[in-house]
T-cell receptor, first 114, second 115 residues
Framework: EPEVTQTPSHQVTQMGQEVILRCVPI?????FYWYRQILGQKVEFLVS????????KSEIFDDQFSVERPDGSNFTLKIRSTKLEDSAMYFC????????????FGPGTRLTVT | AQTVTQSQPEMSVQEAETVTLSCTYD???????LFWYKQPPSRQMILVIR??????QNATENRFSVNFQKAAKSFSLKISDSQLGDAAMYFC????????????FGTGTRLQVFP
């Protein structure tokens, strides 16, 4: 069964560094999402992406964040200058659209900012 | 703003027994979708079951069923004949039916299954 994959599974970075989190959505899906979960807190929506542009973003998704679909298979989240509070689990999801837009999640990347 | 509340941080059940996980939500919308996701330890979230608000009939998927009470804004998940593999975090999620794909999650309920 097709799955969303994410790399790396765990990333440690120093404050102020740039990180890129990578996702490979399910191949026939057209809608892509990033969510994050700070330890002990709710899963929060960051951004949705369709047709090579952001369709919706949350207030968390400020100028230090960006998303890109650099080729036909990858979907990336870049954090330009990481802060301690960016430490979280980041989940990628994809959907084929349809009436319900069911979202299929990847296993997540744990980002630790030191 | 829409919110989702899961009031049970942890639940436990014996194998083969039935357990119900609670979820309430707040919205002024009349049409929306509700979901239960399962997250096993160190694994990705898997969609367990979904409910479309305009449908009165409660959704069922094998051993998983929901009790959807629209007026009470309640969406509980019942797991029948619990199995050891059901042990996981369970998240309730809400999505408006139009103009957004954003899922709004509850805080989750950790389910333990004892043999």
């Amino acid at each position: 069964e097709p799955e969303v994959t994410q790399t790396p599974s765990h990333q440690v970075t120093q404050m102020g560094q740039e990180v890129i989190l990578r996702c490979v959505p399910i191949s026939n899906h057209l809608y892509f999402y990033w969510y994050r979960q700070i330890l002990g807190q709710k899963v929060e929506f960051l951004v949705s992406f369709y047709n090579n542009e952001i369709s919706e973003k949350s207030e968390i998704f400020d100028d230090q964040f960006s998303v890109e679909r650099p080729d036909g298979s990858n979907f990336t989240l870049k954090i330009r200058s990481t802060k301690l509070e960016d430490s979280a689990m980041y989940f990628c999801a994809s959907s084929d659209g349809g009436r319900v837009h069911e979202q299929y999640f990847g296993p997540g990347t744990r980002l630790t900012v030191t | 703003a829409q919110t989702v509340t899961q009031s049970q941080p942890e639940m436990s059940v014996q194998e083969a027994e039935t357990v119900t996980l609670s979820c309430t939500y707040d919205t002024s919308e009349s049409d929306y979708y509700l979901f239960w996701y399962k997250q096993p330890p160190s694994r990705q979230m898997i969609l367990v079951i979904r409910q479309e608000a305009y449908k009165q009939q409660n959704a069922t998927e094998n051993r998983f069923s929901v009790n959807f009470q629209k007026a009470a804004k309640s969406f509980s998940l019942k797991i029948s004949d619990s199995q050891l593999g059901d042990a996981a975090m369970y998240f309730c999620a809400y999505r408006r039916s139009i103009n957004t794909d954003k899922l709004i999650f509850g805080t989750g309920t950790r389910l333990q299954v004892f043999p």
